[in-house]
């Protein structure tokens, strides 16, 4: 649980999520520990909830509203950590991209050479669906028009894909207006 409150105050100091969005999980054998609904990700102390990973139960109406995303990311990937963010650049380019964003940066194109963009309503079936398929490949996922989605084997893995995404995504903005500008060369 300590784990997921360091890394929810990480996400919000990082720009990865503002005010009351996104949500952290962890792995914990058949159940998982999620964030509350509506909870701010830099203040989760006593706003993490414990629930299974294979059964409803009267928890689930306090858990994220993601939750039914995270229990079919942990049913079908070997995810043991989800975090969910809302970073700027990564949405943005969301929208301006329809299947992938490739990597341009030798720092993360060994791990995420390329990050899947998928679609999906907030903690729906589609979105759940489309997060376990893309995810069984790929580390990390970008929803359209939403948001990010990071897995590790432990949280700090997790946190370093959410973090990666937003940094590629940022390069790749940066870099499309550059090539775009005829004073500036291009290497």
Same mark, same amino acid.
């Given at each position: ?11 919000? /100091?990082? +720009?990865?999520? =503002? ?18 609904? +509506?909870?701010?990700? *830099? ?10 990973? $294979? @059964? &409803? ?8 509203? &993601? %939750?039914?995303? =995270?229990? &079919?990311? $942990? !049913?079908?990937?070997? /995810? ?5 963010? =809302? ?26 050479? &390329?990050?899947?963009?998928? #679609?999906?309503?907030? +903690? ?8 376990? @398929?893309?995810?069984?490949?790929? %580390?990390?996922?970008?929803? !359209?028009?939403?948001?990010?989605? +990071? ?15 937003? =940094?590629?995504? #940022?390069? !790749? $903005? ?8 005829? *004073?500036?060369?291009?290497?």
């Amino acid at each position: 649980m300590d784990e997921l409150i360091k890394y929810g105050k990480k996400i919000v /100091a990082n +720009g990865l999520v =503002h005010s009351h969005f996104g949500n952290v999980s962890r792995r914990i054998g058949d159940y998982l520990l999620i964030s509350s609904t +509506g909870s701010m990700l *830099d203040e989760l102390e006593g706003k993490i909830v414990k629930v299974s990973i $294979y @059964k &409803e139960s009267s928890l689930d109406s306090i858990a994220s509203s &993601e %939750l039914p995303v =995270h229990r &079919e990311i $942990y !049913k079908n990937t070997s /995810a043991s950590a989800i975090l969910h963010g =809302h970073s700027v650049f990564a949405v943005v380019e969301s929208m301006l991209n329809d299947e992938y964003i490739v990597s341009d940066s030798c720092e993360t194109e060994y791990f995420l050479s &390329e990050i899947p963009i998928i #679609k999906g309503g907030v +903690g729906s079936k589609e979105l759940a669906k489309n997060a376990a @398929k893309f995810l069984k490949d790929h %580390l990390g996922v970008i929803i !359209k028009g939403h948001g990010t989605i +990071g897995t590790g084997s432990n949280v700090k893995e997790a946190y370093f894909v959410l973090s990666s995404i937003e =940094h590629i995504c #940022k390069i !790749k $903005y940066y870099l499309d207006i550059a090539k775009n500008r005829k *004073d500036i060369p291009i290497l």
